[in-house]
């Protein structure tokens, strides 16, 4: 029975100060969904026998037969604490790799997280990455420490061991957030100014570590978790108890005649109790004496454990219940099973959810305690400065710190994703007990159906009565097309009611939001200076309907507004500030995430950082081609209901899927056959993407001879095929190529970069596109926040650094950067090599006032960049983008005159050289009939210089690389290594977990032999084993894709064809058939030759 009824909560939300918004976050399977049963059935709404077994949270049947959390979903609950009522809405969050955008949508809406971490386990991959998550949206965490029965039973750890392990663990996971806190340190003080650290306070009162506040206000000391700050709870989940020190501080106060707060501060640490003069004293480890944690607090769960889980020792657990004061059912007395014994027992004794609950109102901030650094930081996307957002949008900071929801407050509200939900499930169609005048009117209505039914049976026997038989066929008549209209009313109601529907998963930071309200929703390009200059601002949402919906800013009316409840909405009249609720009625309007207010002064939110980039993609086809509208429909649902899935239409017209991994591709495929499109469709393989990039000229072949320096082009390539009339390749490999018309040649050479080069470009792809922008003037140096400037001044060091460490070839290219490509942010670099063409560089945009358009060329510029963005796009290969590689544009011979002219009328042209003029627009005009705009040709020569520059270069393909943690036994090692190095793996790290037989293995994998890698390690290791994967890296496979044996040695060695096992050769021919390009391939060779051989022969 649920405890708390949707009338309380209402009432609840309306006070800010008591609301805690917090979301769980973990590595997979350490416990998340568990801890938020037990929460959940303090609140009635699951019972607590079935707490741990249920998995409330996980609704969907997939995450239920799999056992994991795919989706994130919130929960309201109820908690008294002191006599004050508190509201909590609790989101559980996914754990695995595969689904981590759930938890970015997650950790946006919240102001607080619980960590779990599971002690036998430790700190996994995905722990650091939750971590940085939360520190990234300026959230505050708390420690649980789950799954502690694990260390009494499986690892058999004694007291005294266990402790050890546990100052181990949260040494660990300290080391994580200190790395952190350090890392922003240096940035921050980076931005800072000299001499402002002395401005350093001590944090006076409690020590909670808060990462929101400022550097300057916080001493690292409160950094860290601590069970003496009260962050840190001690729990097993699976038994339903928890603790945290206080809980023992105030039961030992009274019985050892100590004060709590000194035992709050002793419990934890190297204390002991001196026993002849109770008194407690420093240096337990030193004198070998037992810590008062371990005397005092795992000694006692110890002897219950061993008492009624392991021993069965009916005397001694009557005692320990009667000196615990508690009360246990005789049903739980005396089952068979001891497990359920010892958890009505511990659940009893140190209830978890009041443990958490307790600290997550206590330590946890209210929606009311927002900072200041935090809201700018939402306020101010895509690298914008607080300061450079018009005056009222600065306004709105108070209203967010205020958490008004009176009605002049704006409200403003985020939506981080939308979910679907079976529209059968919605409260307003939930099927509800008829009235007693609804069952009266269906029983009058039966009535005189029957007895129409009747009358139409008597007129049929009447045949004679002719006059009697048309009267009645017509009320017959009526009495049918009554029905088959009530029939197709309640079909189409059926069909209406039968669909999914999509809500908005949604936090109101200010104002209220009511149903039927009318709204705003801001695009993430929305900018509030331009809504103020077209006076946009003077519309309010009542005024609306007046205005057009443009490409940046939609109103619409909000259906319903929900308070979520796990698998259940309940419809809300009102939703004031500082809640986490559900929208309906945006889907119209809101693909995945959006901003919605009542003003459009509100700036759109930053988008939520997702640590998992979209890598796997597959082709999906409907099996019987006439369901070709189902699966496009189908796919713009998917597209919708999934903040982190691609859905996308190819050139070559196929429909394809992109998602973050297996496991995620799996959930979209099924969502997508039985919820979206719900038709059978068939699936592609994988399509894996690779990158294409150039090498040094290798110095030996492939039998490890010397290879002689002179033959280098000619033998990369049959350069024939390159070569036309328009184009020249020098020896060193410099590409001379022509426009069309002729009337501009450029040089083009094509180098690699230097590999840690091309990682920091990969690493700061987001700042590059910045800076790009700013060089293209499509955004003003002067809006850029200081945070972003900074961290492009650190990048340009970085860059310059690397580039000096390069060798000297490299020393002047910092100031020859004119792009990089593709898509103006990748990790590829157009340089300007041209000896008399002057152009800034792109890092002197960042200076305020530099010429634009200084030289004749520069009118050219642009049509150079796209033709290098084109080409690092799609490389010559397989028509997969470029990576590390530079191009170097060497000469650039324009005839000026002749095609500068080329759109000007003589109108615009000076007077002076009005003849000439008139004479290059006529020449023109017959170029551009022949050969197309100017513009237009020099991006295609640009384009192809790129490209065969490209190819002279030893060119090969770059893999994406999964990283992989293993942990498992030493038995199965030896098998997961088999599956591991069958898959092209290579093992990096093998490290045993101190005082387990665990391992800890550490590999990397080429995504395309990925598929079915999990599957196959659980198989083989008989489920001991199961790997994470993410993505890690690009990695150059060895093997050239083009080579062919030339020298003797290598035909020997490799036979003519050279084809057993060349897997570059094998990746790009995969890529090249599925796009469709020509694949050179000799499939039947000496056709004269075959016979059958006789056995006499
Ligand atoms: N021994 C033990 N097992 C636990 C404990 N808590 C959870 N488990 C088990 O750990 C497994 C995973 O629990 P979940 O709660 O589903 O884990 P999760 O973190 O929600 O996992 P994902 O949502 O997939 O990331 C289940 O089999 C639980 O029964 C605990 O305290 N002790
Ligand atoms: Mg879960």
Redesign the pocket.
Known sequence: MRTTTSQKLAALQHNPANIRNICIL????????????CLIASNGIISQRLA??L?YM?SREDEQIR???MKSSAISLHFIKDQKDYLVNLI?????VDFSSEVSTAVRLCDGALI?V?VVEGVCPQTHVVLRQAWLENIKPVLVL?????LI??LKYSPMEAHLHLQQILEQVNAVTGALFASDVMEKSASKSNGNDDTTQQTTGEQVYDWSAGLEETDDSSLYFSPDQGNVIF?????GWGFSISHFADMYASKLNIKADILRKTLWGDFYLNTKTKRIMKGAQNKAKKPLFVQFVLENLWSVYEAVQIRRDTDKIEKIVKSLNLKISNRDARHNDGRIHLQAICNQWLPLSKAILSMVVDKLPSPFDINEERVEKLMCSGGRSFDSLPPQTQELKKDFQACSASSEAPTIIYISKMFQVDKKALPQNRQRPLTHEEIQQKRELARQKHAERLANASMDTNNEKSEEKSSATVSGDQAAAAVSGEVQEIAEKVKDENGETFIAFARIFSGCVKKGQKIFILGPKHDPSKAILQGEEAISTETLDKMENTKHIAHTTIDEVYLLMGRELESMEEIPAGNVFGISGLEDHVLKSATASNTVVCPPFTEMAFEAAAIVRVAVEPTHAADMPSLVKGMKLLNQADSCVETLVQETGEHVIVAAGEVHLQRCLDDLRDRFAKIEISVSAPIIPFRETIIPPPTIDMVNEVIDCENQIQRNRNLDELLDEDTEIMPDGLVKMQTANRQCSICMRAIPLPEPVTELLEINAEVIKVLDKVARGKMDEGRLSSAMLEKIMEFRKTLERTFQEAGKKWKNTMGEIWSFGPRHCGPNILLNRIADYKRPSVWDFLEEGVERTASALREFDNSVISGFQLATLSGPMCDEPMMGVCFAMEGWDINVSKVTAKDKTPRETPQAGQNEITNATSGNAEGVERFGPFSGQMISTVKDACKVSFQVQPQRLCAAMYKCDIQATADVLGRMYAVISKRNGRILQEEMKEGTAVFMVKAVLPIAESFGFAEEIRKRTSGQASPQLFFSHWEIVASDPFWVPSTEEELLHFGEKADSDNQARKYMDSVRRRKGLHVEEKIVEHAEKQRTLGKNK
């Open positions: 973990a590595h997979v399977d350490h416990g998340k969904t568990t801890i938020a049963d741990g077994k998995r996980d056992g994991i959390t559980d969050s996914p754990g695995h779990i599971d789950n799954k502690i029965d694990r039973t499986e729990a097993s989940a699976i038994d």
